[in-house]
């Protein structure tokens, strides 16, 4: 069996992705692979009538960035007596910047929980389905409990 060396656990900050995060450092902990913890914030502008380059938005998704790492660091801190876990924020499109953080650092797996959605008949969202399409390594997501 093909062990991970290099996992990406993809989450947003509150207790929904807590069961992702457990399997996450416990996989991370069985293989001793390396651990990061990552939440994409989208870029402020995007349906919100306000220039995108201007020193409001830039304010805006400074706070925005700082607050869910804040979050990320907060959620992780109870995992970190069991291993070593790097957390990061990053901005933009999320399944995009997924992808290029699987091509940057090489990771072999990635973890994350579906995106909440709108539509009752559908499994996985719009982002969610991309990322199983596109992405150059196995993608696990981890349903919530009901």
């Keep these: ?73 907060a959620l992780v801190d109870p995992y970190r007596t069991r291993i070593e876990i790097q957390t990061k924020v990053l901005k933009s499109t999320p399944f995009l910047e997924i992808i290029r953080e699987v091509l940057r650092k090489g990771r072999d797996l990635v973890i994350k929980i579906p995106e909440t959605q709108n539509w009752p008949d559908r499994i996985f969202s719009s982002s969610d389905m991309h990322l199983l399409h596109k992405c150059l390594c196995p993608v696990w997501i981890k349903n919530l409990p009901r």
């Design 1 to 73: 069996m093909k062990r991970f060396k290099d996992i990406l656990c993809v989450v947003e900050t509150g207790e929904a992705c807590k069961p992702a995060l457990e399997r996450a450092a416990t996989l991370a902990g069985s293989n001793q692979a390396n651990l990061t913890v990552f939440d994409v914030v989208e870029s402020v502008g995007a349906g919100i009538e306000m220039p995108a380059r201007g020193t409001i938005a830039a304010d805006l998704q400074t706070t925005m960035v700082s607050a869910h790492w804040q979050g990320l660091e």
